[in-house]
């Protein structure tokens, strides 16, 4: 294939009909008549030598192709889109577009939430839309990021990719404020005979891995996929849960519960932002990367890393 001459506006075509199954409505939706759209669905099953779109009675349906090439072509529509909207020059107090970032909900809280406030002050014109990082974020990891203009992750869980680090946190545990048994510290027996309460992805795999290398097989009696959560599912029982000493922070006088020491040293947690490689040198997320930058620094200058006791 010789992507010299390709006409890149047949992306354009292409998933509009794999979207819409329907040569009409997908004309109609990139401003193009039925009959250019039909000749672009020609010119289409003549490059893939497939027919995408087979008729079934009234309507049309994907081809095996076609269904191959549905969410390909979404994620190569989204690159070309964001590399021919780079930037030489960004004035973010002028400017009005919007990023994309995925994140955590403990990212959001933590982080997220300063830094849309300064966005707010700095550039009105910039939204920001934060979107729950998808569980299949280490599998198409390229994929992903090439839709986004960043993701809110730890490190030890994606690599390979350009990133700036954020702020450092750590790992403590959670129990209720009332708990009957558990007063200024836990033991490595109270991990294995309380119930937990877990967080049922893999973002943290870092402190998940560390609890099995010391033989530490948690009890698991509730699972959710919101680290916000775990603070309201140990509250008023005897349920623990591992969470972020600065998430803990902002949840503990909320929720009724507490933090305490991890009777084991716990790895450390280092947030970064990571990007897809075709984002490094565009105006605008330079911009957004220092800002990221700069909100963090603020953050790690005025707020210790102990939570208060």
Same mark, same amino acid.
């Given at each position: 294939?010789?992507?010299?001459?390709?006409?890149?506006?047949?992306?354009?075509?292409?998933?509009?009909?794999?979207?819409?199954?329907?040569?009409?409505?997908?004309?109609?939706?990139?401003?193009?008549?039925?009959?250019?759209?039909?000749?672009?669905?020609?010119?289409?099953?003549?490059?893939?030598?497939?027919?995408?779109?087979?008729?079934?009675?009234?309507?049309?349906? =994907? %081809?095996?192709?076609?269904?191959?090439?549905? +969410?390909? @072509? *979404? /994620?190569?529509?989204?690159?070309?889109?964001? !590399? #021919?909207?780079?930037?030489?020059?960004?004035?973010?107090?002028?400017?009005?577009?919007?990023?994309?970032?995925?994140?955590?909900?403990?990212?959001?809280?933590?982080?997220?939430?300063?830094?849309?406030?300064?966005?707010?002050?700095?550039?009105?014109?910039?939204?920001?839309? =934060? %979107?729950?990082?998808?569980?299949?974020?280490? +599998?198409? @990891? *390229? /994929?992903?990021?090439?839709?986004?203009?960043? !993701? #809110?992750?730890?490190?030890?869980?994606?690599?390979?990719?350009?990133?700036?680090?954020?702020?450092?946190?750590?790992?403590?545990?959670?129990?209720?404020?009332?708990?009957?048994?558990?007063?200024?510290?836990?033991?490595?027996?109270?991990?294995?005979?309380?119930?937990?309460?877990?967080?049922?992805?893999?973002?943290?795999?870092?402190?998940?891995?560390?609890?099995?290398?010391?033989?530490?097989?948690?009890?698991?009696?509730?699972?959710?996929?919101?680290?916000?959560?775990?603070?309201?599912?140990?509250?008023?029982?005897?349920?623990?849960?591992?969470?972020?000493?600065?998430?803990?922070?902002?949840?503990?006088?909320?929720?009724?519960?507490?933090?305490?020491?991890?009777?084991?040293?716990?790895?450390?947690?280092?947030?970064?932002?990571?990007?897809?490689?075709?984002?490094?040198?565009?105006?605008?997320?330079?911009?957004?990367?220092?800002?990221?930058?700069?909100?963090?620094?603020?953050?790690?200058?005025?707020?210790?890393?102990?939570?208060?006791?």
């Amino acid at each position: 294939m010789n992507l010299a001459r390709l006409d890149l506006n047949l992306v354009v075509a292409l998933r509009a009909l794999l979207e819409e199954r329907n040569v009409t409505r997908a004309g109609r939706r990139v401003g193009l008549s039925q009959p250019a759209m039909s000749a672009a669905l020609a010119r289409l099953r003549r490059h893939f030598d497939d027919d995408l779109l087979a008729r079934v009675g009234g309507h049309y349906e =994907l %081809t095996a192709l076609g269904q191959v090439l549905l +969410d390909r @072509t *979404a /994620t190569a529509h989204d690159v070309l889109e964001r !590399l #021919f909207a780079s930037q030489a020059d960004f004035d973010p107090a002028r400017e009005n577009r919007e990023f994309k970032l995925m994140a955590s909900d403990y990212a959001v809280a933590v982080f997220g939430a300063e830094l849309a406030r300064t966005v707010h002050e700095e550039a009105p014109g910039i939204r920001l839309r =934060l %979107t729950q990082t998808p569980p299949n974020i280490t +599998d198409d @990891t *390229a /994929t992903l990021l090439s839709a986004t203009d960043g !993701l #809110f992750m730890p490190h030890g869980v994606i690599s390979d990719f350009p990133a700036t680090d954020l702020y450092d946190d750590r790992w403590v545990f959670l129990v209720s404020e009332d708990h009957p048994s558990v007063e200024d510290r836990l033991t490595r027996q109270d991990l294995a005979r309380l119930p937990w309460v877990i967080y049922q992805r893999t973002y943290d795999a870092p402190a998940v891995r560390q609890l099995g290398m010391l033989g530490i097989e948690p009890r698991v009696e509730v699972s959710v996929d919101s680290f916000q959560l775990l603070p309201l599912m140990v509250a008023r029982t005897r349920r623990i849960a591992l969470v972020q000493a600065r998430l803990a922070r902002l949840m503990a006088p909320l929720a009724g519960v507490r933090a305490v020491e991890p009777p084991y040293e716990a790895v450390p947690l280092r947030e970064a932002l990571w990007w897809h490689p075709v984002h490094t040198h565009d105006a605008a997320h330079i911009w957004l990367r220092e800002t990221a930058a700069r909100v963090a620094r603020r953050m790690t200058g005025t707020d210790g890393q102990r939570p208060p006791s």
